[in-house]
């Protein structure tokens, strides 16, 4: 599975941004999809997780600003972040953990990464 993320960019606090992450390849075994996101000097952090039939989980620090969601039948997954504050500026990467078709195997792929900077 390749993942294509996309629509970071620069926004003022308060704003909203729509990020995007396409799915290609063996895009049907794709299971559970995830927005993380980076900061240099610190660890990739988990900033929400969807399955493949809806379930949603946040981390505490976007609870309520951010909404995570998936078409299936475009095999897309999107990330809507409100209220957008400083502390948000980070590279965001989309992730999907999958299952390989023939052997079964699960594996995981991370997209390229979209920066998302927030000014206050």
């Known amino acids: 599975v390749q993942l294509q993320a996309s629509g970071g960019g620069l926004v003022q606090a308060g704003g909203s941004l729509r990020l995007s992450c396409a799915a290609s390849?063996?895009?049907?075994?794709?299971?559970?999809m995830a927005w993380y996101r980076q900061t240099p000097g610190t660890e990739r952090e988990l900033v929400a997780s969807i399955t493949s039939v809806g379930d949603t989980d946040y981390s505490e620090s976007v609870k309520g600003r951010f909404t995570i969601s998936r078409d299936n039948a475009k095999n897309t997954m999107y990330l809507e972040m409100n209220s957008l504050k400083p502390e948000d500026t980070a590279v965001y990467y989309c992730?999907?953990?999958?299952?390989?078709?023939?052997?079964?195997?699960?594996?995981?792929?991370w997209g390229q990464g979209t920066l998302v900077t927030v000014s206050s």
């Open positions: 992730y999907a953990d999958s299952v390989d078709p023939v052997f079964g195997d699960r594996y995981g792929s």
């Open positions: 390849g063996s895009a049907s075994s794709v299971r559970r």
